[in-house]
């Protein structure tokens, strides 16, 4: 399975952002997926994750609100809507695949490279 994200940039407070993430080679359709964040220094965190046919979603509570995910599976993609961006969102995002719409990152098994979102102050 090949991930590739994008949409990530250097915005300031308030503003918003859309991250996507393209799939490719497996059956897109059939799989959970998340997306993660790992800030400098610190360890890779769960942001959000959506079951493999949209119908449901959870989100780490720092977000929930602000964040949306989705998925548009015609496209082979998942999306993260991100709006009132804080400077302590700011980290490399990556999306996974999993089985399940799980937060711990050992429920995934493959990975994109990541994007970086910046937010200044």
């Known amino acids: 399975v090949l991930l590739v994200e994008s949409g990530g940039g250097l915005v300031q407070a308030g503003d918003s952002l859309r991250l996507s993430c393209a799939a490719s080679g497996r059956t897109f359709s059939n799989y959970a997926m998340g997306w993660f964040r790992q800030a400098p220094g610190k360890e890779r965190e769960f942001v959000a994750a959506?079951?493999?046919?949209?119908?449901?979603?959870r989100y780490t509570d720092s977000v929930k609100g602000r964040f949306t995910i989705s998925r548009d599976n015609a496209k082979n993609t998942v999306y993260l809507q991100m709006n009132s961006l804080k400077p302590e969102d700011t980290a490399v995002y990556f999306c996974a695949v999993g089985i399940y719409s799980s937060s711990s990152p050992r429920q995934y098994n493959y990975w994109g490279q990541g994007t970086q979102v910046t937010v200044s102050s």
């Open positions: 959506i079951t493999w046919g949209g119908s449901s979603t």
